[in-house]
């Protein structure tokens, strides 16, 4: 019951977001404009940032650096949704499952990463503001990123390595719009337990530990700005973290919902909903929140589009 078996079966039927031939045409409407509002959106902060010499800072090199990560979120899942949602047949190959599920580990936990990297970012500017530029350089950037990135695809790298070992011999049919690893190791007939003791493990100290560096990265700020003695000094230290915090909780509470509950808990629908959450919703609504919340992105913006500021 090795990796030999695995080759029984040769492709994943994705049951997607609903049955109902009736609701295919809506849904995908519905996620066409999403993904094109996604695409367009962060594409626009990414440009805004690398464009404008006021945004030439850390906080906008890591925004769009996540922006970037917002979109390879939604490019991982929605296109494959909008194609099966106007197919008859819904499948994905074999080896074509494991990449989805690869490349939606990978992306998320980068995610996760930058999150922890924008709210240390938040910390130092406020609590620490006379050392910013001296600790905020852009070598500590850069390695930031290339951290976060390294140690998504070891971990991704160890999840599919791993679920690639399992046996799947019996049903192929995927109760979801993605392959992601909850669902496929509730689909093996081989025993998952050690999947699963990594999975709660590591996985969770994956998500717990950014999770815990923007926590406290917050609740410093938090002090910082209740010593403010001005309620307008007090109000600009809350705008700069508004919308990252925003995110934050997006972000992260649809993670924990989803990975961070034991399997029989889980409810299909419930799974899916959060699922659209992070995987074409919030990636949507990130540029929106920052562009909406941020003057200085706003004054970017209204430059490239020719508007005065």
Known sequence: MGIANSTKVIEFILLGLSGLPEHQPLLFTIFLITYMLTLIGNVIIIMAVWTATRLQTPMYYLLANFSFVDMSMASVTVPKMLVDLVSVRKTISFS???????SFLLVGNTESFLLA???????????????????????????????????????????????????????????????????LLNLSCSDTSTNDIVL???????????????????????????????????????????????????????????????????????????SLMYTAVTPMMNPFIYSLRNKEIKDALKRMLGSPV
Not at 207 to 236: D, E, H
Not at 242 to 265: C, D, E, K, N, R
Request: positive net charge; charged residues 10%.
């Open 96 to 102: 074509g499952c494991f990449v989805q599920m690869y």
């Open 117 to 183: 990297g924008m709210a240390y970012d938040r910390y130092v500017a406020i609590c620490l503001p006379l050392h910013y530029t001296a600790v905020m350089t852009r070598r500590l950037c850069l390695g930031m990123v290339i951290f976060s990135w390294t140690v998504s695809s070891l971990h991704s790298l160890l999840h599919t390595l791993l679920a690639r070992t399992l046996s799947f011999c019996g049903s192929n049919v995927i109760t979801h719009y993605f392959c992601d690893l909850p669902t």
């Open 200 to 274: 709660l493990i590591e996985a969770s100290l994956l998500i717990l530990s950014p999770l815990a560096c923007v926590l406290l990265s917050y609740i410093s700020i938090l002090v910082a700005i209740l010593k403010i003695q001005t309620a307008c000094g007090r109000r600009r230290a809350f705008s700069t973290c508004g919308s990252h915090l925003a995110v934050v909780s997006l972000f992260y509470g649809a993670g924990m919902i989803t990975f961070l509950q034991p399997s029989s808990a889980r409810s299909l629908y419930r799974d899916k909903l959060v």
